[in-house]
């Protein structure tokens, strides 16, 4: 991977991660859902822009690119048939959904990490650790968004979903962290991450709503609250 194509890369995540922070500072739970219908429009995009294929290990719903659009789109009518006339099955929904993006995002990464582990000793890995830091910057973002798009559409979180929370919030932060300790000309572009108007207002988010999701633990629930162990992901 040359300079001139990681730092193409790097710029295109960076405006991914301050989009999607901005979008959750500035954004109501509505708005927020017709995002995602835009976003389901980009990654068919995507996934259909891709010329050739990866063997996957053996996993069932990578074995090839239709077949993974076929899982795509039989999971997302499923969860667009569903009866959502309650806040327990609003939040199944928001959960079950998280649980297949974030299972098919960590088939991608730990690809990506056999990668780096082939790379080992060439003049490439040091960008693919760094690129991999970032992917997985973005993917416990976009957990923590979904945590608290849970909060905004039911006025709470359970104690584990708000130690979840908690977790993926400073994973973000350290994969971002950890991008600039391979590659010495990303620090300026996490200092740039971490001083934008969009990151201030994020951390202020988080900040509130895990006060206000705590008041409400504390209120109505007695039981003691486990501290979240969090563990990065090589």
């Given at each position: 991977?040359?300079?001139?194509?990681?730092?193409?890369?790097?710029?295109?995540?960076?405006?991914?991660?301050?989009?999607?922070?901005?979008?959750?500072?500035?954004?109501?739970?509505?708005?927020?859902?017709?995002?995602?219908?835009?976003?389901?429009?980009?990654?068919?995009?995507?996934?259909?822009?891709?010329?050739?294929?990866?063997?996957?290990?053996?996993?069932?719903?990578?074995?090839?690119?239709?077949?993974?659009?076929?899982?795509?789109?039989?999971?997302?009518?499923?969860?667009?048939?569903?009866?959502?006339?309650?806040k327990e099955q609003n939040e199944k929904l928001a959960l079950d959904s998280l649980d297949f993006?974030?299972?098919?995002?960590?088939?991608?990464?730990?690809?990506?990490s056999n990668i780096i582990i082939a790379s080992n000793g060439s003049q490439t890995w040091r960008?693919?650790?760094?690129?991999?830091?970032?992917?997985?910057?973005?993917?416990?973002?976009?957990?923590?968004?979904?945590?608290?798009?849970?909060?905004?559409?039911?006025?709470?979180?359970?104690?584990?979903?708000?130690?979840?929370?908690?977790?993926?919030?400073?994973?973000?932060?350290?994969?971002?962290?950890?991008?600039?300790?391979?590659?010495?000309?990303?620090?300026?572009?996490?200092?740039?991450?971490?001083?934008?108007?969009?990151?201030?207002?994020?951390?202020?988010?988080?900040?509130?709503?895990?006060?206000?999701?705590?008041?409400?633990?504390?209120?109505?629930?007695?039981?003691?609250?486990?501290?979240?162990?969090?563990?990065?992901?090589?």
């Amino acid at each position: 991977m040359s300079l001139k194509y990681f730092k193409r890369f790097v710029t295109i995540l960076i405006q991914i991660f301050l989009t999607n922070t901005s979008k959750f500072t500035t954004g109501s739970v509505s708005e927020l859902e017709l995002d995602f219908i835009e976003q389901r429009s980009q990654t068919d995009e995507a996934l259909e822009n891709i010329t050739g294929w990866r063997d996957f290990s053996g996993v069932a719903m990578f074995k090839s690119k239709l077949r993974l659009q076929i899982r795509i789109d039989d999971f997302r009518e499923l969860q667009d048939n569903r009866n959502l006339s309650s806040k327990e099955q609003n939040e199944k929904l928001a959960l079950d959904s998280l649980d297949f993006y974030t299972y098919t995002t960590r088939v991608l990464l730990d690809d990506l990490s056999n990668i780096i582990i082939a790379s080992n000793g060439s003049q490439t890995w040091r960008y693919l650790v760094t690129y991999k830091n970032m992917l997985r910057a973005i993917e416990s973002l976009g957990i923590e968004i979904s945590y608290g798009i849970i909060f905004m559409g039911n006025g709470e979180l359970s104690p584990d979903d708000y130690a979840n929370y908690i977790e993926t919030h400073f994973l973000c932060r350290e994969y971002m962290l950890q991008s600039q300790y391979f590659i010495t000309r990303m620090r300026e572009s996490i200092a740039l991450i971490m001083e934008s108007d969009q990151y201030m207002q994020y951390t202020r988010r988080y900040e509130s709503l895990i006060q206000a999701v705590l008041s409400r633990i504390l209120k109505f629930d007695r039981r003691p609250l486990s501290v979240p162990t969090i563990r990065i992901v090589e």
